[in-house]
T-cell receptor
Framework: GAGVSQSPSNKVTEKGKDVELRCDPISGHTALYWYRQSLGQGLEFLIYFQGNSAPDKSGLPSDRFSAERTGGSVSTLTIQRTQQEDSAVYLC??????????????FGPGTRLLVL | SQQGEEDPQALSIQEGENATMNCSYKTSINNLQWYRQNSGRGLVHLILIRSNEREKHSGRLRVTLDTSKKSSSLLITASRAADTASYFCATDEPYNFNKFYFGSGTKLNVKP
């Protein structure tokens, strides 16, 4: 596609429910990132996928958070037993993944999650 | 942590004026990037400056980097109302350059 797409755009859920957020990276990009941005704050790194390598999960805040990347393309971020503090905008980004220090990340529009 | 910190947190100027935002970071880097975010949505890459560069220009944007002070500045000249957005710096690490650290951003408001 022309850019990174994310779905849904907005998600309202009740505390305790599970949610799945989807990211479609730019075709051909092997690196994919998930970030979380709380209201008025900066981006918090969550997880990074690079090709077939084991993902860097060091930013996941708890074991309620997990992510998959199937076939090296689409990624799903799952939050189990959502809490109100999970409310944030979840941003996905992709890059070429050439392991160069000078790569640019391309961001999707984000999913705004509200946990009631 | 490597996370950059932008200063000021918020900046309000009149159209036509210049806007300067600063970013400080903690450890050595390969590069520093500036991104723009409109209305809390996706970020757009503006400019990248390498650790061996001191200044870079792109249109109305001018970025400087001082690795001895671990700081960078973004200057937007002749600002326009359309420049109203949040601006973030992002840094990497020398041996983990696919992991980026973003600051908390500067919220710029350009009044027409």
């Amino acid at each position: 596609g022309a850019g990174v797409s994310q779905s849904p755009s907005n998600k309202v859920t009740e505390k305790g429910k599970d949610v799945e957020l989807r990211c479609d990276p730019i075709s051909g990009h092997t690196a994919l990132y998930w970030y979380r941005q709380s209201l008025g704050q900066g981006l918090e790194f969550l997880i990074y996928f690079q090709g077939n390598s084991a993902p860097d999960k060091s930013g996941l805040p708890s074991d309620r958070f997990s992510a998959e990347r199937t076939g090296g393309s689409v990624s799903t971020l799952t939050i189990q037993r959502t809490q109100q503090e999970d409310s944030a905008v979840y941003l996905c980004a992709s890059s070429l993944g050439q392991r160069s220090p000078f790569e640019t990340q391309y961001f999707g529009p984000g999913t705004r999650l509200l946990v009631l | 942590s490597q996370q950059g910190e932008e200063d000021p947190q918020a900046l309000s100027i009149q159209e036509g004026e210049n806007a300067t935002m600063n970013c400080s970071y903690k450890t050595s880097i390969n590069n520093l990037q500036w991104y723009r975010q409109n209305s809390g949505r996706g970020l757009v890459h503006l400019i990248l400056i390498r650790s061996n560069e001191r200044e870079k220009h792109s249109g109305r944007l001018r970025v400087t980097l001082d690795t001895s002070k671990k700081s960078s500045s973004l200057l937007i000249t002749a600002s326009r109302a359309a420049d109203t957005a949040s601006y973030f710096c992002a840094t990497d690490e020398p041996y983990n350059f696919n992991k980026f650290y973003f600051g908390s951003g500067t919220k710029l408001n350009v009044k027409p």
